[in-house]
């Protein structure tokens, strides 16, 4: 049974926005560090923003200004709310979560920005 489902995906014009997001209710350990990472048709992974327990955040320099992370603690979920979405942004978006226990990561959900 997966621990992170990931919802949200989809495709969108340029300059359109998509808001993704990360289940883990089913974590019941302590989290640390709540993330995205994407890759790309033949690129690298990236990481592209994460939230820790205490609130801080941090971006990739390329979606700074245009995504936005955030995390609901009691419900265990992260939104990232991708807004003015470029061709560069399409991707395959896997959440990540860095609990005391191990590390855990999402299916992916699937970005497309396209004319």
């Known amino acids: 049974q997966a621990q992170l489902v990931e919802s949200g995906g989809g495709l969108v014009q340029p300059g359109g926005s998509l808001r993704l997001t990360c289940d883990a209710s089913?974590?019941?350990?302590?989290?640390?560090?709540m993330g995205w990472i994407r890759q790309g048709p033949g690129k690298r992974r990236e990481s592209v923003a994460l939230?820790?327990?205490?609130?801080?955040?941090n971006y990739a320099d390329s979606v700074k200004g245009r995504f936005t992370i955030s995390r609901d603690s009691a419900k265990n979920t992260m939104l990232l709310q991708m807004d003015n979405l470029n061709p560069e942004d399409t991707a395959t978006y896997y959440c990540y979560v860095d609990a005391v226990n191990r590390e855990y990561w999402g299916q992916g959900t699937q970005v497309t920005v396209s004319s």
């Open positions: 939230i820790t327990i205490g609130g801080g955040t």
């Open positions: 089913k974590i019941i350990f302590s989290i640390n560090v």
